[in-house]
């Protein structure tokens, strides 16, 4: 399947079957990021991990995500990590090599990120409470 076509259906199946149950789960770590053309508040779940006073994550699809669109726009996000909201400034490192990151973070998110992630980002959020 081209990268295109397996990208718009896994983008159908987070946005419409998986990420709608996902959210409603008390403890799935959610990014909540602000709609950069509603102004209103976008959650998202994804996995990650905290390492100190940072949530580190990678993005399967990049700048073509939405959450990292909303990023670009404004870095102010909040994480939800074990039931408990934190906010945080989101830091986009494209430079970082987004494979050796996932080693850090947990397995399960990444079989997913390496499965369907076709422009791999890594996002490191500096938590401020």
Do not use: C
Not at 52 to 59: I, L, M, R
Not at 78 to 92: I, M, P
């Amino acid at each position: 399947m081209p990268d295109s076509t397996r990208d718009r259906v896994t983008k159908f199946f987070q946005k419409n079957i998986a990420n709608p149950v996902m959210r409603h789960l008390p403890f799935q770590t959610l990014l909540e990021t602000t709609g950069r053309k509603s102004g209103r508040p976008r959650t998202t779940p994804l996995g990650g991990r905290r390492i100190g006073d940072a949530f580190w994550f990678v993005s399967e699809f990049g700048d073509r995500s939405q959450y990292i669109r909303n990023i670009m726009a404004n870095p102010n996000v909040r994480v939800r990590l074990k039931g408990r909201w934190h906010r945080g400034t989101a830091v986009l490192l494209p430079d970082d090599d987004a494979k050796a990151r996932m080693r850090d973070l947990p397995q399960y998110n990444n079989v997913g990120v390496r499965t369907f992630g076709t422009n791999l980002l890594t996002v490191r959020v500096d938590l401020t409470d």
